[in-house]
């Protein structure tokens, strides 16, 4: 269950890029969800994993697109997202990385990530990373030549439940070099929503998570934040709608707040 066959590396390699919704919208904000997805399309397949695992937290972030979709239109922003399982390849996780291609993730065996020739890893790469990022920084590079603000917000969820321990908090705010949105932005929830909202936790920078910003904002100086929101509070589109009304204000309170200095 190793490696993809050197039929599938040498026919023609499909190409996964990522959705682009709402271009033309107003806000500064440009939403980006990594995680959106779980399909497991050829020729990867299923990886040797069940219809259960892969409908699990480790095969995507349940809940972040459809929360993500609603902030979209509550704030009338751009979004990017993902088209298939971070399982075959993490976008937010660098090529250099093991994990960009996990063969473990939490209690959970991927055989289908079991001893990655370079070859395989160079296809994934070529096949997912390279079309996410590329459209991404397309969309990026568009709205700076037209001298259009823009914020990199990203949206994640994670599981209550992680290694038998429970986690806590129910709103993330993690930030890589730039502090000053993510700090911002809690600050806000902590003072006007009853979220349990903490400072990079359940994860941070240290862990490896900040790729995408680390090459998306980071070289152009934008202000940006990762959001991780407990996917226990996002399952229902009822709760999504809640969700989006209640941190759709805090987003555009905290960029305000920012730029007040």
């Not at 919208?25 to 959106?36: G, M, R």
């Not at 063969?103 to 890893?121: F, K, Q, W, Y």
């Not at 993510?182 to 979220?195: F, G, H, N």
């Amino acid at each position: 269950m190793g490696s993809e066959s050197l039929m599938s590396l040498h026919s023609t390699q499909p190409s996964f890029t990522a959705s682009v919704e709402h271009r033309d919208a107003a806000s500064p904000i440009l939403l980006v969800c990594e995680h959106a997805s779980n399909a497991f399309p050829d020729p990867w397949g299923g990886l040797g994993l069940t219809d259960a695992q892969r409908s699990d937290h480790i095969a995507w972030d349940p809940g972040a697109l459809d929360l993500s979709r609603a902030l979209s239109a509550r704030l009338d922003a751009t979004l990017v997202h993902a088209p298939v399982s971070r399982l075959i390849y993490d976008l937010n996780r660098g090529p250099d990385r093991p994990d960009a291609m996990a063969a473990r993730s939490e209690v959970h065996d991927i055989p289908g990530n079991h001893a990655l020739t370079p070859e395989s890893r160079l296809h994934r790469t070529e096949a997912l990373y390279l079309p996410f990022h590329n459209t991404l920084h397309g969309e990026i590079a568009r709205r700076l030549a037209l001298g259009r603000a823009t914020v990199i917000v990203t949206i994640h969820s994670f599981t209550p439940v992680y290694h038998g321990q429970a986690r806590a908090v129910e709103f993330g705010v993690i930030h890589d070099a730039d502090d000053r949105l993510s700090r911002a932005i809690v600050a806000d929830a902590q003072a006007k929503t009853d979220l349990g909202c903490a400072l990079n936790k359940p994860y941070s920078a240290a862990d490896g998570v900040t790729h995408t910003l680390r090459l998306h904002a980071t070289p152009y100086g934008l202000l940006n934040a990762m959001l991780e929101i407990r996917n226990d509070l996002i399952a229902t589109p009822e709760q999504v709608a809640v969700m989006a009304d209640s941190l759709a204000p805090v987003l555009q309170r905290a960029l305000l707040a920012v730029a007040e200095g």
